[in-house]
């Protein structure tokens, strides 16, 4: 069981936008950046954005991510089949000690 | 240009040890720090700990502290995660990644990341 709480999947068509919820608590997400991965399949994780909204060089503004709270959302539009992968939120949690990972969420584009 | 490169798959027998290895290029491997990711199979990302090879400095998350050892040889630029004795538990992909500069141990995130390690535990 996750930390951070994301919904397992998401789908939407080629075109359309989508977005992925990740939902903590004050220890974590309330209090902390959050950042969000990209994992195609087969592959290593991707830096998609840090410090909850920020978009590394050479990632397009096609993504884009926001924090309200104790959740955090990332945002994709303009879907493209080769955006179909595992997506995870990221962020430090202040009780552990440590840094969590959502349980990540499968993005289909139909 | 930054580049991380993981040793090989291993196949171990539960009880042996094991270490594998993450080359940093490209960058002054010194000057960030140095993280392990566990995934296992078909499951999500878990933060195992960092290391600055700088000084050594290491910090474990506490479900892996005392399970496995972080280390880093800055001679050669290479980190390590080592076990001492493994656990068909065990049996995940390894990802060495590295903190970005903007980034820090409390406030985490990985900009470069290795290609992976597979670790498979089996008697």
């Known amino acids: 069981q996750s930390v951070l709480t994301q919904p397992p999947s998401v789908s939407a068509a080629p075109g359309q936008k989508v977005t992925i919820s990740c939902s903590g608590s004050?220890?974590?997400?309330?209090?902390?950046?959050v950042s969000w991965y990209q994992q195609l399949p087969g592959t290593a994780p991707k830096l998609l954005i840090y410090d909850n909204n920020k978009r590394p060089s050479g990632i397009p503004d096609r993504f884009s991510g926001s924090k309200s709270g104790t959740s955090a959302t990332l945002g994709i539009t303009g879907l493209q089949t080769g955006d179909e992968a595992d997506y995870y939120c990221g962020t430090w949690d202040s009780s552990l000690s440590a840094a969590v990972f959502g349980g990540g969420t499968q993005l289909t584009v139909l | 240009e930054v580049q991380l490169v993981q040793s090989g798959a291993e196949v171990k027998k539960p009880g042996e040890s094991l270490k594998i290895s993450c080359k940093g290029s490209g960058y002054s491997f010194t000057s960030y720090w140095i993280g392990w990711v566990r995934q296992m199979p078909g499951k999500g990302l878990e933060w195992m700990g960092i290391i600055y090879p700088g000084d050594s400095d290491t910090r474990y998350s506490p479900s892996f502290q005392g399970q496995v050892t972080i280390s880093a040889d800055k001679s050669i630029s290479t980190a390590y995660l080592q076990w001492s004795s493994l656990k068909a538990s065990d049996t995940a992909m390894y990802y060495c990644?590295?903190?970005?500069?903007?980034?820090?141990?409390?406030?985490?995130?990985?900009?470069?990341w290795g290609q992976g390690t597979l670790v498979t535990v089996s008697s």
């Open positions: 004050s220890s974590n997400i309330g209090n902390n950046y």
């Open positions: 990644a590295r903190l970005s500069e903007m980034a820090t141990p409390s406030t985490p995130f990985f900009d470069y």
